[in-house]
């Protein structure tokens, strides 16, 4: 009888002996959970803390604080949690400009920053990290994804169309970038306008065959509705982040027809995305956007490396997030050189759902694609 | 551009005045009675779109909730001049900036705390919901052109109310001594009180319509408050008929801004550039055109006070 419980000890003992019987791990996250675009935030941190969750792991420690995106308590709360907190791993900003202010300094000082969302240019290229890895993509990749599909689909005459801001301008280069410099016209609007009459009117007197848009958040919600009750007629695209769960409830039927790129969809067919959907579901009651994948995968990556290496061993832990050894719901998942994603660019359409419109898989817009920086990355 | 765009650019410039105007007519009022700078006027704006969305999504009927919405801001417009505006007539504007922007924080995160940090979904009516064939040949959406049938109505409205009735007497006495109308007699308190919920219900009004076009979420009163406060500098502080004619102003160059001057610059420089740049100047635009204004009449286009 001790004998058998004596032995069950041990053999649980070497079940937790290598990477789990050491030190218990600290991920700091800084992210959106007040103010506009609020629900990305939320998003990535329920998908996040689902994946620890589900791991059943007690030994790591998630410290979630709100950024309000703004850059300079952003970059507070960062210094805070390396040096007092003395988190293993940092994670969760939603922006870009965000991410601009924390994450250089953040693996200036020997800490891991796993991005959830946020892929400017400049930390893919030059400004790369071997401490940094981004588990979404790179700021242009779904914009390219757009583009592709829709040279592909024989579109000759796009306007294109953002706000006048560093993210729009890369949106629009993103795009031109696949399509090609040959688009009717390009239109850039205000940050943050909600009243796009006018907009609409140019677009319906340039004779194009398709828009282009990329405006998230609310200024999405308000340029589609006015978009559908202007009678235009002139098929819209997009990226995801005008087009997810939360956007849709708002907009209402005003979307449906609309096409968007993603690098996920919450019915692609594959039994990792089978669990993260079914289990978002039971334990937060709504449908998982994009955002909430991204979370979910930047923990699963922190698990599976914890399996092999402690973030102690920073030259072990880094080859241990490298090779990404976990099953991503978003099916082949892969770092480039630069530690940006490989990953399929898929085309989704909004068809009316149950109560709200939603998104339906259509097709994949660019298989195993990844970014253009990675060249000026020298790690 | 051909026909069918400016005239339906000059029906959109003529749908963001009248909006404006219903934002800058209870913004010129509250400053010229009571000499007030309320910074919380787009807060009672938000306040009428997320009511309005929320009663409208409870009860199925946008009209009950433009009603509620309405009724909603002036409450609310009501219980903070009772609350807060009263002990700020006597001291000065600074103090005024100071206290009505606190109101902005307190209502956006009021705001947030009973409705959440989700945008609410407010659809129009569906008598509303169709659209008309302008000269030209373009459709446009009716629902804009009930805007500006709205804002005319109101704008009448409020000019029977001012030059016909006892009430618009006395508001007109308030605006050129206050003194002596508290001192022939008249509840002075309860005028202001009465003003202040009149413009609140505006701003409830406007932001109620809006919120059907726009999302309505936390913060969507503050950009309009930027451009109403613009319309009342150029139309001539507490004049409501400047406010009207400073919102159209205002309205139609921001519109046909956006759309002509990228144009414009095409004819000096690559389309890329230009339309960057155009776009940059075009949001300047309205700026331009207040100081412009300014330089030749200081006071505004029709000044009150003296």
């Given amino acids: 009888m001790f004998r058998t419980v004596g032995a069950a000890t041990v053999a649980l003992g070497m079940a937790l002996s290598g990477a789990q019987a050491q030190e218990p791990v600290k991920v700091g996250m800084i992210t959106t959970l007040s103010g506009g675009g609020s629900h990305l935030g939320i998003d990535v941190r329920d998908g996040f803390l689902l994946a620890i969750e589900m791991s059943g792991r007690s030994d790591i420690e998630v410290i979630v604080e709100d950024d309000a995106r703004k850059p300079d308590v952003a970059k507070q709360l960062a210094d805070r949690m390396v040096q007092l907190d003395k988190v293993d791993i940092m994670t969760g900003i939603i922006w870009s400009n965000l991410a601009l202010a924390v994450v250089p300094s953040v693996t200036g000082q020997g800490t891991f920053y796993l991005s959830p969302n946020a892929g400017p240019s400049q930390l893919a290229g030059a400004g790369c990290s071997p401490l940094y890895f981004n588990y979404a993509w790179q700021n242009d990749m779904l914009h390219e994804g757009v583009g592709a599909y829709m040279k592909e689909a024989g579109f000759a005459s796009p306007v294109v169309m953002a706000p006048n801001y560093p993210a729009g301008k890369d949106a629009i280069s993103g795009f031109k970038r696949m399509f090609g410099d040959d688009v009717n016209s390009e239109i850039y609007t205000k940050l943050g306008q909600t009243d796009y009459a006018a907009e609409i009117a140019q677009i319906r007197a340039s004779g194009a065959d398709s828009v282009y848009f990329f405006l998230p958040g609310g200024m999405g919600i308000a340029f589609m509705k006015q978009y559908a009750a202007a009678d235009v007629g002139i098929p819209i695209y997009g990226p995801a982040f005008s087009f997810d769960e939360i956007i849709l409830g708002a907009v209402g039927d005003a979307a449906i027809g609309a096409v968007n790129t993603s690098q996920w969809a919450y019915d692609l067919d594959n039994a990792a995305n089978a669990r993260f959907v079914a289990a978002f579901q039971e334990k937060y009651g709504r449908m998982p956007t994009l955002y909430a994948q991204q979370g979910y995968d930047t923990a699963l990556g922190i698990l599976a490396a914890l399996e092999v290496a402690h973030p102690s061993d920073a030259a072990a832990f880094q080859a241990a997030l490298e090779a990404a050894e976990f099953e991503s719901p978003r099916g082949p998942f892969a770092f480039g050189p630069n530690h940006h994603p490989i990953e399929n660019i898929y085309v989704r359409e909004v068809v009316a759902g149950d109560g709200k419109p939603t998104n339906k898989l259509v097709g994949i817009a660019i298989e195993g694609h990844s970014d253009s920086y990675g060249a000026d990355c020298k790690m | ?306």
């Fill in chain 2, 1 to 306: 551009m051909t026909y069918a765009l400016v005239v339906e650019q000059a029906l959109n410039g003529l749908q963001l005045g009248v909006t404006l105007f219903l934002m800058a007519a209870g913004l010129t009022l509250v400053f010229g009675v009571m000499g007030l700078i309320n910074l919380a006027h787009g807060s009672l704006y938000m306040v009428g779109a997320f009511v309005c969305a929320w009663v409208a999504g409870a009860t199925g009927s946008f009209w009950i909730g433009l009603l509620a919405g309405m009724a909603a801001a002036a409450a609310a417009g009501a219980l903070i001049e009772i609350g807060v505006m009263r002990r700020l007539y006597a001291r000065d504007h600074l103090d005024q900036v100071l206290a009505t922007f606190a109101l902005i924080l307190v209502f956006a995160e009021g705001t947030r705390m009973i409705f959440g940090a989700q945008p609410l979904w407010l659809d129009m009516p569906a008598a509303l919901s169709g659209s008309v064939t302008l000269p030209g040949g373009a459709p446009y959406p009716v629902y804009r052109l009930a805007i500006i049938g709205t804002g005319i109505a109101v704008a009448v409205g409020l000019y029977l109310l001012i030059s016909r009735t006892r009430l618009g007497m006395r508001i007109r006495a308030g605006e050129s001594d206050r003194e002596m109308i508290g001192a022939l007699g008249i509840d002075i308190r309860t005028l202001y009180t009465v003003v202040f919920a009149l413009g609140a219900a505006l701003a409830g009004l406007a932001g109620a319509l809006v919120g059907a076009l726009e999302s309505v979420q936390i913060g969507m009163g503050e950009p309009v408050l930027i451009l109403a406060f613009v319309v009342i500098v150029i139309g001539g502080i507490g004049s409501v008929k400047g406010a009207l004619i400073g919102s159209v102003l205002v309205g139609v160059v921001d519109t046909m801004g956006r759309i002509g001057l990228p144009e414009l610059f095409k004819l000096a420089m690559p389309a890329s550039a230009a339309t960057q740049f155009g776009a940059s100047v075009a949001s300047m635009a309205i700026y331009l055109l207040m100081a412009a204004i300014l330089v030749v009449k200081p006071r505004g286009l029709f000044p009150v006070h003296g």
